[in-house]
């Protein structure tokens, strides 16, 4: 009788992982928090599929070409389907639109820093890597997935 009563007292008391595993479920329903994630994710897959093809022995740039649009690819199925929870295929114009403004931007910002201000090429491209990671975001939530609505004026 005791050790049935002890059994169910362990069965009963809750694990400490079950604290964080009910702690990172909560993070994850945070949309801006899987997008960091999945943009790493989407960063590792694109270079792995660039050193690949350089280890096969395509020219850098070729392989940096085919690993952009697969990287595009993939990046979009993995944002629309895990941040987003869209399945629709027909978005994928309006993600590469969204992802040519950023890349826009982020050239451009990184000519301001390097070209204009004379910071350092790596330090450049630290300082806009989040903020470029906002600015996409933000444009995918409106332009692509419409998660977000701009208010009009009646």
Do not use: C
């Not at 009563?5 to 694990?15: C, D, M, R």
């Not at 982020?106 to 330090?123: A, E, F, P, S």
């Not at 903020?131 to 939530?141: D, G, K, M, T």
């Amino acid at each position: 009788m005791r050790e049935e009563l002890s059994t169910t007292a362990k069965e009963n008391s809750p694990s400490p992982f079950r604290h964080l595993s009910d702690w990172v479920r909560k993070v994850w329903e945070i949309r801006i928090f899987r997008f960091l994630v999945i943009g790493v994710v989407n960063t590792l897959f694109s270079y792995l599929i660039y050193t690949v093809l350089v280890l096969l022995g395509l020219h850098y740039s070729l392989a940096t070409l085919i690993a952009t649009i697969l990287g595009i690819i993939f990046n979009f199925f993995t944002t629309g389907r895990i941040v987003f929870k869209n399945q629709q295929n027909a978005l994928l114009p309006r993600f590469v639109l969204v992802y040519g403004l950023t890349y826009g931007v982020h050239v451009l910002l990184l000519g301001l820093l390097i070209d204009r201000l004379g910071v350092n090429k790596l330090i450049a491209e630290a300082i806009v890597t989040l903020p470029i990671a906002l600015l996409s975001y933000l444009l995918n939530s409106i332009i692509t997935f419409k998660t977000i609505q701009l208010r009009t004026k009646p």
